[in-house]
């Protein structure tokens, strides 16, 4: 059996109500970063505007001794392990959900390639297998997050000893520094989103796993889909369209891969239809990329992996390597030029 249109077309909505339910909680967790960076911007201006008094920045020893930047980085610490703990029971409060989605919409899929006015005998998961998904994936979750405040209020540490040429405007050299402890602040809850993206669509694929394990017996595998625009790494566009088997976890995309996989039906002959299968709808992603203009192809790509692609000094399908990631998952990732 092949990806018909129909079929297609419930991933489409899929990807539309799980991007939805991610997107909220990335949502949730800007506003929680936002305001807590807000709380304790008094007392790093503070802090700032001492330590940059003397027209130069202090050593090392001096900027841990100042009691305001103490202060600061004392309430700098406990926002973030305030943020730590709230961020992972935000992105836990979904895990149960998407786990359903990836259910749900497996099903959904596989009955868009049935036979229309034929009944589709379709297993439901074990819930001790779904609450073994929940488990795994919000221990994860706990893992990831709890080294959010060790790891940021080092990266805001290293800032402050990096220092700032003050001269003779300390007010400019002062708001210079919150600037960039504000970034540091904020790589924070650019992991928490990724956190969340990364495990809350595992959890999916994960549960759709599942529900391709339960129903073998009407399956071929998997095919794997990337979402085709502009924002699609190199190795997602070359995993596309690939099949798998469906015992075959996946797809095992890099940190923030949108990618999904495609439940295929077998061949109706062979499930006993004396009909033939539709024509696959699916696209040839080498196509698609080899249709968009040439700024995109650059935006994708880069020059250089570009330019290599159209010599044939690397072919589409070396895009993406494996790659073993201990305490996580294999995933898939763009090869290096080097390489």
């Known amino acids: 059996m092949t990806a018909t249109r129909e079929a297609l077309r419930q991933a489409a909505a899929m990807r539309v109500e799980v991007d939805k339910t991610v997107d909220q909680a990335t949502r949730d967790l800007v506003q929680a970063w936002s305001g807590a960076w807000a709380e304790v911007t008094d007392e790093w201006t503070l802090a700032l505007d001492e330590l940059t008094t003397a027209g130069e920045w202090p050593p090392r020893t001096q900027v841990f001794r100042a009691k305001r930047a103490q202060r600061a980085l004392q309430a700098t610490s406990d926002a973030l392990e305030d943020l730590a703990s709230t961020s992972g029971v935000r992105i836990i409060q979904d895990v149960p959900v998407m ?4 259910m749900v919409w497996a099903e959904q899929i596989v009955a868009a390639q049935w036979p229309k006015g034929e009944a589709l005998d379709w297993a439901a998961v074990d819930p001790k297998a779904l609450s073994s998904i929940v488990k795994r994936i919000t221990g994860q979750v706990e893992k990831a997050t709890r080294r959010l405040p060790h790891d940021q209020a080092a ?11 003050v001269g003779d405007n300390p007010r400019r050299a002062a708001s210079i520094m919150l600037d960039r402890l504000g970034g540091a602040f904020d790589g924070g809850r650019r ?38 625009d ?42 006993g239809f004396d009909m033939d299968d539709p024509k696959s709808e699916s696209l040839d992603a080498e196509e698609w990329f080899n249709s968009q203009p040439e700024k995109n192809q650059v935006a994708i790509m880069g020059p250089e992996r570009l330019r290599r692609l159209r010599s044939g000094d690397l072919l589409w399908e070396d895009l993406a390597v494996r790659r073993d990631n201990p305490g996580w998952r294999p995933s898939y990732v763009v090869r290096p030029l080097e390489g």
């Open 155 to 165: 990266v805001m540490k290293q800032v402050l000893v990096r220092g700032i040429a």
């Open 99 to 102: 786990s359903g989605l990836g």
């Open 230 to 271: 502009v924002r699609t790494c190199p190795a997602c566009l070359s995993m596309h369209g690939r099949a798998f088997p469906v015992d075959a976890a996946g797809p095992q995309g890099h940190p923030n891969c949108r990618c999904a996989s495609l439940p295929i039906v077998k061949p109706w002959r062979e499930l």
């Open 191 to 228: 992991r928490a989103e990724t956190i969340a993206r990364t495990e809350m669509l595992d959890a999916h694929r994960a549960a759709a796993l599942a529900s391709r394990k339960e129903n073998a017996g009407v399956l071929a595998g998997w095919e794997w889909q990337a979402t085709l």
